[in-house]
């Protein structure tokens, strides 16, 4: 069964990056489309980027110049480098294969103090 766990959480004032990671197991990762998603208390889950196998980004409007995904498919890793967060930004973290099925992992929790 695949598995995908994240890690990189934590606090951070506001202005300042984190890293995360979101590592899958199985063998077929290359052909996978990666998302992240996030909650915030009392929200709707919202997707913040996907990266299609051949590496094709989109990005929702709200972390577009902030966020980068990336991924290393000799790690079956997926990345999301968040620069110049704001306390807006705290959330549970969550990352999910997207393509060719449906896999949620089980988040991580971003905290920006202001």
């Known amino acids: 069964q695949v598995q995908v766990v994240e890690s990189g959480g934590g606090l951070v004032q506001a202005g300042g990056s984190l890293r995360l990671s979101c590592a899958a197991s199985?063998?077929?990762?290359?052909?996978?489309?990666m998302g992240w998603y996030r909650q915030a208390p009392g929200k709707e889950r919202e997707l913040l980027a996907h990266?299609?196998?051949?590496?094709?980004?989109n990005y929702a409007d709200s972390v577009k110049g902030r966020f980068t995904i990336s991924r290393d498919n000799a790690k079956n890793t997926v990345y999301l480098q968040m620069n110049g967060l704001k306390p807006e930004d705290t959330a549970v973290y969550y990352c999910?294969?997207?393509?060719?099925?449906?896999?949620w992992g089980q988040g991580t929790q971003v905290t920006v103090s202001s």
């Open positions: 990266i299609s196998s051949s590496g094709n980004t």
């Open positions: 199985g063998s077929i990762f290359s052909r996978f489309t």
């Open positions: 999910r294969i997207e393509y060719p099925f449906a896999v």
